[in-house]
């Protein structure tokens, strides 16, 4: 093949560059882009937002009588190992703000704590709420039908009042004069009960209307 000179002057195409010069060139570009992002002095900002950690109980210690914690028995309330000889309840459930108001208790609570915790040793925010407990052993007053515990769920037994009010009661308490009655089930609206349902039961919940039976022969 014949080559054409122009303007006097052969041209000529540079030699490609042996393929171990290649490799050297591109393993140095690679090292100056990875010394500028490490370079000091330089931050990266991270708009995703911290990572959700997975659900579970709170270590020991960091938020006060957390979801599965436990506490002392006695006057003073303390928050303790739950495999100490001390511990006599754990934490089902904790909320911000009162019972009345706040989210209800799980139905297997037995009793509530109301907790405050303040001043410079306190050490979450959850400082100021309530605490929903049970026992670690028998009895569990909070169970169906054992007449104790700060719900009213199906199961339990009431007496009625003149007042419109009702008084939880042991199903298996022979005692007392008053009629009793059996929560049978629990509805969204009244109209939702059976239609032998003798009481209403006001309940907390996504049902809050409790189908009560006049219970006879106790």
Same mark, same amino acid.
């Given at each position: 093949?014949?080559?054409?000179?122009?303007? $006097?002057?052969?041209?000529?195409?540079?030699?490609?560059?042996?393929?171990?010069?290649?490799?050297?060139?591109?393993?140095?570009?690679?090292?100056?882009?990875?010394?500028?992002?490490?370079?000091?002095?330089?931050?990266?900002? #991270?708009?995703?937002?911290? @990572?959700?950690?997975?659900?579970?109980?709170?270590?020991?210690? @960091?938020?006060?009588?957390?979801?599965?914690?436990?506490?002392?028995?006695?006057?003073?309330?303390?928050?303790?190992?739950?495999?100490?000889?001390?511990?006599?309840?754990?934490?089902?459930?904790?909320?911000? $703000?009162?019972?009345?108001?706040?989210?209800?208790?799980?139905?297997?609570?037995?009793?509530?704590?109301?907790?405050?915790?303040?001043?410079?040793?306190?050490?979450?925010?959850?400082?100021?709420?309530?605490?929903?407990?049970?026992?670690?052993?028998?009895?569990?007053?909070?169970?169906?039908?054992?007449?104790?515990?700060?719900?009213?769920?199906?199961?339990?037994?009431?007496?009625?009042?003149?007042? $419109?009010?009702?008084?939880?009661?042991?199903?298996?308490?022979?005692?007392?004069?008053?009629?009793?009655?059996?929560?049978?089930?629990? @509805?969204?609206?009244?109209?939702?009960?059976?239609? #032998?349902?003798?009481?209403?039961?006001?309940?907390?919940?996504?049902?809050?209307?409790?189908?009560?039976?006049?219970?006879? $022969?106790?």
């Amino acid at each position: 093949m014949d080559e054409r000179v122009s303007s $006097g002057a052969r041209s000529r195409r540079p030699a490609p560059l042996p393929a171990r010069v290649v490799l050297a060139v591109a393993t140095f570009v690679v090292a100056l882009l990875l010394a500028a992002c490490e370079a000091p002095g330089r931050t990266v900002t #991270d708009d995703r937002g911290p @990572v959700p950690a997975p659900p579970g109980p709170s270590p020991y210690g @960091v938020v006060f009588l957390g979801p599965g914690d436990c506490s002392s028995r006695g006057p003073v309330i303390r928050e303790v190992f739950c495999r100490s000889e001390k511990a006599a309840a754990t934490v089902l459930a904790r909320h911000l $703000g009162t019972p009345s108001s706040g989210p209800p208790c799980p139905d297997a609570t037995d009793f509530v704590l109301h907790v405050s915790e303040t001043g410079t040793g306190a050490r979450s925010r959850l400082t100021t709420g309530y605490a929903c407990m049970r026992n670690l052993e028998p009895p569990h007053p909070g169970d169906p039908g054992q007449g104790g515990g700060p719900l009213t769920v199906v199961g339990d037994c009431v007496t009625a009042s003149r007042a $419109g009010e009702v008084t939880e009661t042991a199903c298996a308490d022979a005692g007392g004069r008053a009629p009793r009655y059996r929560v049978e089930s629990a @509805v969204r609206r009244r109209a939702q009960c059976p239609d #032998d349902t003798d009481l209403f039961v006001s309940l907390r919940g996504e049902k809050p209307v409790g189908c009560a039976r006049r219970s006879t $022969g106790w």
